[in-house]
Structures are given as C-alpha cells and as structure tokens.
C-alpha cells in the first residue's frame, strides 16, 4: 500500500498562476484533510472532506478550492497564487472505527510551494 | 486565540537521559490529545494519543500524561536516542468535529549522542 500520496513535490509559481495540489490514498479512508504549515508554525486546516462529495472549510480556506468526486482523490486548487500562499501542503486521511475518536491521521510526504 | 500551545520551540538532551515535552490547551471540549513526529522532509506520523478519560498512556519509550483540570498534557521519552530529534507536533481534537484536529507549532527535539 503506498497510503497517502502528493503530487508535485515541490512547485514554484508566479503571482497570479493557478495550479491544483494533488492528493490520493489508496487505504479507503472516508475523511481527508488538507492543512498548510509556515515556517516555524503548526499545521493550519484549509478544508476537509467526510465523503465523496462532501466537502468544508477549515480554519483558512481563503484562495483555496477542493473537490472530493471520488474516496480516493481530493485535489487542492489555487486559483490566483499569492505569496502569502508560500507554505508547505500535508494532505491527511483518518478512518474513525470503534467507539474512540482518538484514531490517528496519516499524512502524506508534502507539497512545498513557494509563490514569487 | 491558539487553542494548543508548545510553549518551548526546542528542547535538547543527551543520549539515555529523559525528554519531556509539554503542551497546554484552553478549549475544555477536547476530548483526544495526539503527539505526532515530524522528520524533515516528511509527513507527520503519529506518535501517541490518550483519551481525556484517562491521565496516563504508555507505549514502549513513550508516554503521554494528561492533567485536565490544568488542561496540561506531556510527552516523555525514556531513554532518549539520537534517533528520536525531530519536531513534535501536540494535537487536539473534539469526539464529534469530524476529525478536525488543533496543532501547536511543534517543538525541535535534538538528543545529543
């Protein structure tokens, strides 16, 4: 199994250019998560989902989109890259199961993305 | 408002001794306390978790303390490795949020050999 995956791993783009982060896991998770962390800080949630289909904000979904078409997909799209958007992506998958909630995300490797 | 903070950017320790790494929250709906690891270039991978039920979770080298009423929780490690230097992310999260977990800004472990 290769669990979760992220597509580029690193990207520079222009102000302005839009692009889409990839995310794909193949563990038939339900729930998906999409958090950024800046340098020196805590990962930040941007959206997440709890089913094909179903999508949310997070904490700063601003300049971000999400779609959620299938279980195993959920791509990231900026549309109008900013350079406050300069940050490193963790997409992220959890299995809720029994009756704790204590259950542990699995994160892929990351992508970094510089804005200039 | 930061919900969950790590207080110490970096901690460092030599080879064999105890690290301790702490974390305070003030939102009193968490109900689940994570520590994740993070190597560079990396994803987090998960550490160690306890329920807010309980005040004590052990796993091999590994153990977490939760004070509620302090709304407190610590990681220790016992015996430190050089292997263990990485940034360790607190996390939290409510039993009914979707999963949505808080996280603090990490701390830099260095074990020194």
């Known amino acids: 199994n290769a669990g979760v995956t992220q597509t580029p791993k690193f990207r520079i783009l222009k102000i302005g250019q839009s692009m889409t982060l990839q995310c794909a896991q193949d563990?038939?998770?339900?729930?998906m998560y999409w958090y950024r962390q800046d340098p020196g800080m805590g990962l930040k949630l941007i959206y997440y989902?709890?089913?094909?289909?179903?999508?949310d904000k997070g904490e700063v979904p601003n300049g971000y989109n999400v779609s959620r078409s299938t279980t195993e997909d959920f791509p990231l799209r900026l549309e109008l890259a900013a350079p406050s958007q300069t940050s490193v992506y963790f997409c992220?998958?959890?299995?809720?199961?029994?009756?704790?909630?204590?259950?542990?995300?699995?994160f892929g490797p990351g992508t970094r993305l510089t804005v200039l | 408002d930061q919900q969950v903070k790590q207080n110490s950017p970096s901690l460092s320790v030599q080879e064999g001794r105890i690290s301790i790494l702490n974390c305070d929250y003030t939102?009193?709906?968490?109900?689940?306390f994570l520590w994740y690891k993070k190597y560079p270039a990396e994803g987090p991978t998960f550490l160690i978790s306890?329920?807010?039920?309980?005040d004590k979770n052990e796993d091999g080298r590994f153990t977490v303390f939760l004070n509620k009423s302090a709304k407190h929780l610590s990681l220790h490690i016992v015996p430190s490795q050089p292997g263990d230097s990485a940034v360790y992310f607190c996390?939290?999260?409510?039993?009914?949020?979707?999963?949505?977990?808080?996280f603090g800004d990490g701390t830099t472990l260095t074990v020194k050999p």
């Open positions: 563990m038939n998770h339900n729930y």
């Open positions: 992220a998958t959890l299995e809720i199961y029994g009756t704790s909630g204590a259950n542990e995300q699995f």
């Open positions: 989902s709890v089913g094909a289909g179903i999508t």
């Open positions: 996390a939290a999260r409510g039993n009914t949020n979707a999963g949505k977990s808080t």
């Open positions: 939102n009193s709906m968490f109900d689940y």
């Open positions: 306890i329920s807010s039920i309980k």
